[in-house]
C-alpha cells in the first residue's frame, strides 16, 4: 500500500480504442492488487479490473486541453486508455504503477494473498491434481530401458532440473554427471516423453559445450545410451532447434552442437527457430498492427506479415511435425536443444508430444504437458513473463507461442481437443496473472524454497473444478481425430496458419463472430444429455410405477427444468447486435437508435459466458464484485470506410454543412 | 416493352425499387410490413420479397409508364424504408438535367425528407463518367437527395485481383504468403464491398432513410451492394428460399451479365475484357456474414459453392445469357432445367442447409475490420488442401443437432410410450 500515492481520482475518462465517441466517465481506483475502474452514471457502474501483475507497460502521453492521457498496455493483450484530468493526478497514478506493476518480491505477488475460501485440504488436494509420476508411469516408464534417476536430489547436478529425472537404464551416475559438465547450465539429456508402442523417445538437454572442438566420452555414452533404450532403431536424431548460424556463433563462446563425427549413430538436424529476442520483437510488431486504428486489408495484411510471427509459429510447428514424424513413422529416438534447453526445445517437445499422444489433447492431459515440459523442467516463467521486476530482455512470448501452436492445431482438427479456446485463453491468462501459484519462479528448486505448495493455490484444480466450461462440444472419445498421432499438413502450407483474433484482440469483442457455436453445441449437447438422463429418470419411475406406485411430481419438474434450458440458448441464437460506424458521413445526422443500449446488454450476455466461468480472470472482475466486463463494452468500429472521397465533391461539402 | 432509346440513364436503368422495410426494425419504428396508409393494392411493391419470381421492382418500361407508375408515394406515402438501385444519370459533360428524373427521384421523398444516394465510384470517377456521356446526380437539381461515393473496384481490376489470388493459393512452397494475399487485395475488395452494403442497410435502417445506389451501369456493384444490403436488413433473405429469391431479383433480373462476367473464372489464358468476378465477390461476403452469425443464414457453404460452379459451368439454364431480353429470345425457360427446382428437391435441399441454422429476426451487422475478413478457404483452396478434417467436423456438429433435434426426442417418446402404454394406470393404482 505504500507505493498508492493516489487511491482515487474522479473523472477520469476511459477512451474506447476504436471509437473516441464511445468515451465514458468514472473513477479510477489503486489497489495493493488492481487497478479498477467504475464507470459513473448507470445504474449499472461497470467496473474495469486489472491486475497489477497483468500492467505490461504504462505511457503517459502528452497532456491535451482536456487531460493527460494514459496508456496501459497489459500482458493479456488489453490496452486501456484513460484520460486523467489533472496532469499532477496523472503522475501519481503513473508512479504509483510502475511501482505497482513491478513487484521486488514474491510476496507481493497476488497469488499470496489471493483466497479462494478453501481449506487447507482442499488446497492440497489441488495441487495433487497433476502428478508427474502418475504421468511417466503412464506412459510405461520406470520399465526395462528407463529408469528414475536420484542423481539430481537436493539440485546437486542442475539446479533447474527437477529432483526426479527419467534417463537410460545403461546411463549410470557417472554418465549422467560427466555428461552434465559438457552441457550448458548443466542441463544433461532426460525423457520427456516415451512412446510405449515402439520404444521410441523424445529427450531433451542444453547445447553441447563443444566449441570448436571439444569432446566429452560421458556425453557420448550418455547419447548412446538414448539410442540402445530404443532397441528397435540404429541411430537417433539430434535435433538443434535454432537457425545454424546461431548454433555457429555459439561455438565461439565454448558452446555448440554435436559433431556427427564424434558421436556414433546420430543423425544431427538443425530446424531455425529464432531466438526469444526475435519473438518478443515480432510479437510486439503484431501487437502494434491490432492496435492500428481503422487500418486498411493491406495495412495488416502487411503489418501481420513483417512482424514475421506466423511464420515463427510456423517454424515450431514443423519442428514439432518433424519430431512426432521420427518418433511415430520412423520409431526414431530424438534429442532436442537449443541453447539452454528450457525455451525453443520445451515448445518443441510440448508441441510433438500433443501430437503423438492423444492424452495431451484432454483438459488433464494437457495439464500434465505443461507441468511435465514447461514447470518440471525449468521453463523460466518469471524471466520470460516478467512476474518480478527485472531484465526486459529475458521477456518473451515462448509459451504464447505454444499456445497459439495449440489453437492453430484446434483450428485444423476441430475434433481432436477435449478442450476449447477458452482453455487456452485462460491459461495464459494466469501465465501472467501471478493469482495462482503454478507459474511462479524459474525452477522447481525455487518453488519449493518458496513453498508455494504451502502458500498459494493451484491454477488446475481451478480450471478443473470448471472444466464444463472449457469442453470442446465436438469432442467424442470413439472420433477419428481423437485417435493416434495427428498428422498436420506440413510446409509450404503457409496459409493454414491463421491471425488469432480471439487470443491479441481478445478485448476488441466486436471483431469477433457474434454467435459462439462452441457455446450453442455445448448447451445442445448437455440438453440432449438431460434428456437422456429425463428418460432414464423416467423409465425408473416407469418400474417403480408398474410396482404400484404414485407420484410423477418429480417428472413434471425436471421437465420444466429442461425447457429453461432450452430457452436459454434459442435466445442467445437471435443475438442483437448494433452496427459499428461503417460511415463518418453520418455523424451528421442525429442517431435513430433509442435501443442500442438494450441491444448490447444482450450481446455481453453471450459474450461473456467466459467471464461468469472464471469470475477473476476477466481482466475487470472480481470474485467479489460480480461486475459488467468492460471489455465487452459493445462491438465497435472506427471509421473504417475509406472516406476520402465523401466531401470532395463541392455537392457533397454544401450538403454536409447544410 | 421498349427500352428508352435516349433515356435519362444508361440503358434506361431508371431508379427500381429494390427491397422495401418489410422486417422488423431492431429499433422503434413503426412496423412497416402492412405499409401503413396504403389504400388500394399495389402489387409491384406488396408481394413478398421473398418469392422467386421476384416482382418487387417497378417494370422498365419507358420514361412515360415508368412515371405513371410512380405509386410508390402515392401508394405509401409513409413507407418509411425503401432501398432502391439504377444506372448513372447521363449528365455528360454539359451537365444535362432531366426533369423527368428529377420528378421520378423527387417523389419517391416526402417533402423535406433526405434520402441517400450511394454512388459505388469515387467522386473522382463519377465526374470523368460524364466525358462519357455519364455522371452522377448533382445536388443542384437533386436537392434532397445525399449522395455519397464509395469507390468499389469492377472489371478489370477485380478480375485481376482474383486471377492474382488463385495464382497465390495455388503456389507451393512460397515464403511471403501473407504479402502475396495481401497483393492481390481480394480481402480488402471484400472489405469494401460489405463495408458499403452495411453504409446503405445503416441508411435504411439506422437513418430510416430511403437509399438509391448505382454505379455506372448499375448491373455488377450495384447490385452487389443492394444484394448485400437485403441480407444484411432482411431476415427473410437469409432462407434458403429466400436466398434463391434474392438472387434471382436482385442478380438474375435485375441484369447482371453472367455470361460476360463469368466465362472462364481466373484462368489466365483468354482474358475476357468483360470478365470480372463480381458475383464470386458476393459469394464471398455471404460467406463472411455466414462465419460471423453462424445460426444467422439457413443454407452454408456447400450451397455458395454450388452457385459460384453453377455460375460458371451449368446443367441449367438459370444463369445463362446477362438479361432477361436474352433469356427471352433464346427461350432459356422452355429450353432448359432451373437450378432453382433441383436445389429444392428434399434430398438435394438437405445438403445446402446449415445445421445451426435459427431465424434471427434482427439486422446482422458485421465487423468489417481488417481482423474478422478472412480468406474462404472453402472456394479458394478448395483443391489445394484436403478438407477432411473440417468436414468431419461439420458432420459432428450435425450429428450433435441432429441428434438433440430429432432421435433423442423422437426415441424418448417412442421409447417411452413403447414402455407406457397407458400412463395414468400406474398412478390410478397407486391411488
Not at chain 1, 502487411?302 to 509459429?313: M, Y
Not at chain 1, 510433438?352 to 492431459?365: F, I, W
Amino acid at each position: 500500500m505504500e507505493h498508492i500515492r493516489m487511491p482515487k481520482v474522479e473523472n477520469v475518462r476511459l477512451l474506447d480504442r476504436l471509437s473516441s465517441r464511445r468515451a465514458v466517465v468514472g473513477t479510477l481506483y489503486l489497489t495493493a492488487t488492481h487497478v479498477i475502474f467504475v464507470e459513473n452514471g448507470s445504474e449499472t457502474r461497470k467496473e474495469t479490473w486489472v491486475l497489477h501483475s497483468q500492467i505490461s507497460s504504462i505511457e503517459k502521453q502528452a497532456t491535451t486541453a482536456t487531460g493527460c492521457p494514459l496508456l496501459i498496455r497489459c500482458k493479456n493483450f488489453q490496452v486501456i486508455q484513460l484520460v486523467i484530468p489533472q496532469e499532477r493526478d496523472c503522475h501519481d497514478v503513473y508512479i504509483s504503477l510502475i511501482r505497482l506493476a513491478r513487484p521486488v518480491k514474491y510476496e507481493e505477488l497476488y497469488c499470496f494473498s489471493f483466497n479462494p475460501k478453501l481449506d487447507k485440504e482442499e488446497r492440497e488436494q489441488g495441487w495433487k491434481l497433476v502428478d508427474l509420476n502418475e504421468e511417466y508411469n503412464r506412459m510405461g516408464v520406470p520399465n526395462s530401458y528407463w529408469q528414475i534417476s536420484d542423481v539430481n536430489r537436493d539440485y546437486g547436478v542442475c539446479d533447474s532440473y527437477p529432483t526426479e529425472v527419467y534417463v537410460p537404464k545403461s546411463a549410470t551416475a557417472h554418465i549422467i554427471v560427466g555428461s552434465s559438465k559438457f552441457r550448458s547450465r548443466r542441463r544433461f539429456p532426460a525423457l520427456s516423453y516415451y512412446c510405449k508402442d515402439n520404444n521410441a523417445s523424445i529427450c531433451r538437454s542444453s547445447q553441447p559445450l563443444s566449441g570448436f572442438s571439444a569432446r566429452c566420452l560421458e556425453d557420448e555414452q550418455m547419447l548412446q545410451a538414448i539410442r540402445k533404450a530404443n532397441p528397435g532403431s540404429d541411430f537417433i536424431y539430434v535435433v538443434d532447434t535454432r537457425p545454424k548460424l546461431n548454433a555457429m556463433a555459439n561455438r565461439a563462446a565454448g558452446k555448440g552442437y554435436e559433431n556427427e563425427d564424434n558421436y556414433s549413430n546420430i543423425k544431427f538436424q538443425f530446424i531455425g527457430i529464432e531466438n526469444i529476442h526475435v519473438m518478443r520483437n515480432s510479437l510486439q510488431k503484431m501487437l502494434e498492427v491490432c492496435e492500428l486504428k481503422s487500418p486498411s486489408m493491406s495495412d495488416f495484411l502487411w503489418g501481420l506479415e513483417n512482424s514475421g510471427w506466423l511464420k515463427h509459429i510456423k517454424a515450431i510447428m514443423d519442428a514439432g511435425i518433424f519430431i512426432a514424424k521420427a518418433v511415430a513413422e520412423e520409431g526414431v529416438s530424438v534429442l532436442v536443444h537449443c541453447s539452454d534447453g528450457w525455451d525453443r526445445t520445451a515448445q518443441v517437445c510440448s508441441v510433438a508430444s500433443l501430437l503423438l499422444d492423444p492424452y495431451y489433447r484432454t483438459m488433464k492431459g494437457f495439464m500434465v504437458l505443461i507441468e511435465k515440459d514447461w514447470v518440471s523442467f525449468g521453463h523460466k516463467f518469471n524471466h520470460r513473463y516478467g512476474n518480478l521486476d527485472g531484465d526486459p530482455k529475458e521477456i518473451s512470448p515462448v509459451i504464447d507461442q505454444f499456445i497459439e501452436c495449440v489453437w492453430q492445431l484446434m483450428e485444423q482438427f476441430p475434433c481432436a481437443f477435449e478442450f476449447n479456446e477458452r482453455f487456452l485463453i485462460h491459461i495464459q491468462h494466469h501465465i501472467y496473472s501471478c493469482q495462482f501459484g503454478n507459474f511462479l519462479c524459474n525452477s522447481q528448486k525455487e518453488r519449493r524454497e518458496l513453498k508455494i505448495k504451502e502458500r498459494t493455490y493451484s491454477l488446475w484444480a481451478h480450471l478443473w473444478k470448471n472444466r464444463s466450461d472449457y469442453l470442446n462440444p465436438l469432442y467424442r472419445p470413439g472420433h477419428s481425430q481423437t485417435q493416434g498421432t495427428l498428422h498436420p499438413q506440413i510446409a509450404p502450407c503457409n496459409f493454414l496458419y491463421k491471425f488469432w483474433s480471439g487470443m491479441y484482440n481478445r478485448f476488441e469483442k466486436g471483431l469477433h463472430p457474434r454467435q459462439s457455436v462452441t457455446d450453442y453445441l455445448m448447451a445442445v449437447k448437455e440438453e440432449t444429455q438431460q434428456l437422456e438422463e429425463e428418460l432414464e429418470v423416467l423409465q425408473e419411475r416407469l418400474a417403480n410405477l408398474q410396482r404400484s406406485q404414485s407420484g410423477n411430481n418429480k417428472v413434471k419438474s425436471k421437465q420444466q427444468d429442461k425447457s429453461k434450458q432450452f430457452g436459454l440458448y434459442t435466445s442467445n441464437n437471435s443475438l442483437a447486435n448494433t452496427p459499428q460506424e461503417y460511415s463518418n458521413d453520418l455523424k451528421s445526422f442525429p442517431s435513430r437508435s433509442p435501443s442500442q443500449g438494450d441491444e448490447d446488454s444482450a450481446l455481453i450476455l453471450t459474450q461473456d459466458n467466459l467471464k461468469s466461468s472464471d469470475p477473476d480472470l476477466s481482466a475487470n472482475s472480481d470474485q467479489e464484485s460480480g461486475v459488467e466486463d468492460l471489455s465487452c463494452r459493445s462491438p465497435s468500429g472506427g471509421g473504417c470506410l475509406p472516406s476520402e472521397d465523401s466531401g470532395k465533391d463541392s455537392d457533397e461539402a454544401v450538403f454536409l454543412a447544410g | 416493352p421498349v427500352p428508352l432509346p435516349l433515356g435519362p440513364r444508361r440503358d434506361s436503368r431508371i431508379p427500381e425499387l429494390a427491397w422495401k422495410g418489410s422486417w422488423r426494425s431492431s429499433h422503434s419504428t413503426p412496423d412497416t410490413s402492412t405499409v401503413p396508409g396504403c389504400s388500394k393494392p399495389c402489387p409491384s411493391l406488396c408481394s413478398s420479397p421473398g418469392a422467386p419470381s421476384g416482382s418487387v421492382r417497378l417494370s422498365k418500361v419507358t420514361l412515360e409508364p415508368s412515371l405513371s407508375r410512380l405509386d410508390i408515394p402515392s401508394c405509401s406515402p409513409r413507407l418509411l424504408q425503401a432501398l432502391l438501385r439504377s444506372s448513372q444519370p447521363l449528365t455528360g459533360p454539359n451537365r444535362r438535367r432531366c426533369r423527368e428524373d428529377e420528378k421520378l427521384l423527387g417523389t419517391i421523398l416526402d417533402e423535406g425528407e433526405r434520402g441517400f444516394i450511394i454512388d459505388t465510384r469515387s467522386a473522382q470517377a463519377a465526374k470523368q463518367a460524364r466525358m462519357s456521356g455519364g455522371g452522377t446526380e448533382p445536388k443542384s437539381s437533386y436537392p434532397q437527395w445525399r449522395r455519397l461515393h464509395r469507390a468499389l473496384d469492377r472489371g478489370r481490376p477485380l478480375q485481376e485481383s482474383f486471377i492474382r489470388l488463385v495464382e497465390a493459393c495455388a503456389e507451393q512452397g512460397m515464403d511471403r504468403w501473407l504479402g502475396r494475399l495481401e497483393s492481390s487485395r481480394w480481402l480488402g475488395h471484400v472489405k469494401a464491398a460489405l463495408s458499403t452494403a452495411c453504409l446503405a442497410a445503416q441508411c435504411l435502417d439506422r437513418e430510416g432513410c430511403k437509399v438509391l445506389v448505382h454505379g455506372a451501369e448499375g448491373t455488377d456493384t450495384t447490385l452487389l451492394v443492394t444484394a448485400l444490403a437485403q441480407l444484411i436488413l432482411d431476415p427473410s433473405c437469409r432462407s434458403l428460399e429466400g436466398f434463391q429469391g434474392l438472387l434471382e431479383r436482385e442478380w438474375i433480373q435485375a441484369g447482371h451479365p453472367f455470361q460476360l462476367r463469368c466465362a472462364r473464372s481466373a484462368s489466365s489464358h483468354g482474358r475476357g475484357k468483360q470478365e470480372a468476378p463480381l458475383f464470386l465477390l458476393f459469394l464471398d461476403c455471404v460467406w463472411q456474414l455466414s462465419r460471423q452469425f453462424p445460426f444467422s443464414l439457413e443454407f452454408g457453404e456447400q450451397l455458395l459453392l454450388t452457385l459460384f460452379d453453377n455460375a460458371y459451368a451449368s446443367s441449367y439454364g438459370t444463369f445463362l445469357c446477362n438479361n432477361e431480353k436474352e433469356r427471352s429470345l433464346c427461350k432459356v425457360k422452355e429450353s432448359t432445367h432451373s437450378l432453382w427446382a433441383w436445389l429444392n428437391q428434399p434430398e438435394e435441399r438437405q445438403k445446402y442447409l446449415n445445421p445451426l441454422y435459427s431465424h434471427n429476426p434482427l439486422v446482422i451487422w458485421p465487423s468489417v475490420e481488417p481482423q474478422s475478413i478472412q480468406l474462404w478457404q472453402g472456394l479458394f483452396l478448395r483443391w489445394i488442401r484436403p478438407s477432411q478434417h473440417l468436414d468431419e467436423a461439420w458432420a459432428e456438429i450435425r450429428r450433435l443437432v441432429e441428434g438433440n433435434n430429432s432421435s433423442t426426442k423422437e426415441s424418448t417418446g417412442k421409447r417411452l410410450s413403447q414402455s407406457f402404454p397407458d400412463p395414468t394406470a400406474g398412478t390410478r393404482n397407486g391411488r
